[in-house]
């Protein structure tokens, strides 16, 4: 649905995006992820024809946003990250304003308005002028006007920016009903809402991609984590010696508990080697289990790592 290859974009000396390419299969619901000024809302406009990149190739559902931008922007709803509503328009005439932009045929647009509406729940509000209503009403708005015309794709730059935890909680909650039509990319800083939603995460810091996986594959490691009731003499070294074992290291120790974390090599399944060991030299196990990081602890090590 989405082929990106080596797309570049500067502003003057600022260099937005340096190299960037991935691809989105249709279903999918990514988030793209990363710090401010890190080239999410550069990238989107390229991906929605607003922008021309300087280098590289962008496509939607094979169609090129460079030429073929009006075909491609027809495969897209957008909701960008400052939806221009005309606050003095009520929801239903800026609704069918945006069916007649879309050119959705005039016996056609009441059943497509009629469909957004029941989608995005704003059926309490087709007279009410979009400038009367709350942040998260007005971003429904923005969610309705996007998916009038069916797209298959729909992008969305930072939908949750501020709304409150309950109204988060709502978007949330149509991002994922919507995603049973449409494949879904929409950018956040927000790590919890990349988790809560999401199928696959593409992290983007300083203009190129630093992570591209499924949200269940990026906190797999081979590391396992051990801790024993009380200090052994020769633990360390003895779980050294493990098949697949690179390096032990520890992590917390007191006279009552000690905690290791062993760094697996590829492929390495640790866990059942350290309780067959524990097992026949009697050692005080507490707790064994796979040392999976969160969306959070990625995140940070390639910030740190970035700076
Ligand atoms: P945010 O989360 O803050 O919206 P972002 O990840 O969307 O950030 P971009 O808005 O794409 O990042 O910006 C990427 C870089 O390009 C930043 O350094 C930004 O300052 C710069 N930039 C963006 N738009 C322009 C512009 N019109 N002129 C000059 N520099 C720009």
Sequence with gaps: MIHVKQVTKAYGDVQALRGVSFDVAAGEIVGLLGPNGAGKTTLIKILTGY???????????????????????????????????????????????????????????????????????????????????????RQRVGLAQAILHQPRLLILDEPTVGLDPTQIVEI?????????????????????????VCDRVIILMNGQIRADARLSELGTTHNAIVVLQHPVNGVAEALRGLKGVRQVELLDGDSRRVTYRLHGADNADLCPLVFEAARTMNWPLRELRPDARTLESVFNELATHSA
């Design 172 to 196: 949330r909650h149509l991002i994922r009903r919507l995603s049973q039509h449409s494949t879904i990319l929409f950018s956040s800083h927000i790590l919890s809402e990349v988790e809560a």
């Design 51 to 137: 922008l021309q990149p300087d280098d590289g190739e962008a496509s939607i559902d094979g169609l090129d946003v460079l030429t073929q931008t009006r075909a491609a922007q027809a495969r897209i709803g957008y909701l960008p990250e400052n939806a221009p509503l005309y606050p003095e328009l009520s929801v239903q005439t800026y609704l069918r304003m945006m069916a007649d932009l879309r050119n959705i045929p005039p016996d056609q647009q009441p059943a497509r308005i009629s469909a957004a509406v029941r989608a995005t729940a704003l059926g309490d509000y087709l007279t009410r002028p979009i400038g009367a209503l709350s942040k998260g009403l």
